[in-house]
């Protein structure tokens, strides 16, 4: 996969970083001439320097042909104007823009751009840990409607199968990991000592599954 980034900080070389140790062809913007030194010294991917808005800049480093593209400088206004320029101008497939003000972040998911804000989604985790400590919190989707849990699962649970730990439009097993191998489980699957169980939970029905796990309530 051919990936562009915007932004070199903290996320950005992460990111650039992560993405080519797994293979694929990264591609960093960024304004900061000593950019390239905010990222190890086995990143193989290319660094071209100027502003991610910029169409010459972005031609450069090849969003014509990428696959995706990632805005993550420390400017909402920059990363929004860059990921519509990705999607709208070249038509980029996959166009993910980090943001700050989670106030922004809803007004343009509205508008069909994919964002992430890291102050909703730290505030969300930090709640989530405070009030049920016993459930370990992936992820969460929407406004946290609803979460993606992972439980390891209890001794009363053994023996029993996933029809008894499913309600209908409020939690589901999505699936079972299984001596390191992930599966997904029907209906009559029976839970085994040391399976690692994941859930999709209505962020109301959290209590409800704690009794269910035999989890005392926080």
């Not at 502003?51 to 920059?78: C, H, K, P, T, Y």
């Not at 097993?173 to 001596?179: G, K, L």
């Amino acid at each position: 996969m051919k990936v562009t980034i915007m932004g070199c900080g903290r996320i950005g070389s992460q990111v650039s970083e992560l993405m080519a140790g797994q293979g694929h062809d990264v591609t960093v913007i960024d304004h900061d001439s000593n950019a390239s030194g905010r990222l190890g010294p086995s990143f193989k991917g290319r660094v071209v320097q100027g502003l991610g808005f910029d169409r010459n800049v972005l031609i450069e480093a090849g969003i014509e042909q990428a696959d995706a593209f990632v805005s993550a400088s420390s400017s909402d206004n920059a990363n929004i104007v860059a990921a519509r320029i990705a999607r709208n101008i070249f038509h980029v497939p996959r166009v993910v823009a980090r943001l700050y003000d989670p106030l922004r972040a809803e007004v343009y998911q509205r508008l069909g751009l994919t964002t992430i804000s890291s102050t909703n989604w730290g505030a969300e985790r930090i709640c989530q840990m405070i009030s049920h400590t016993d459930l370990d919190v992936l992820y969460t989707f929407g406004r946290s409607e609803v979460s993606l849990i992972m439980v390891e699962a209890p001794p009363q649970l053994i023996g029993k199968n996933v029809a008894q730990l499913s309600i209908p439009g409020e939690i589901m097993v999505v699936s079972i990991t299984r001596n390191d191998q992930a599966f997904l489980p029907v209906r009559g699957t029976e839970f085994k000592k040391g399976d690692l169980i994941h859930l999709s939970v209505l962020s109301s029905a959290m209590d409800r599954l704690e009794e269910m796990l035999g989890l005392e309530r926080r």
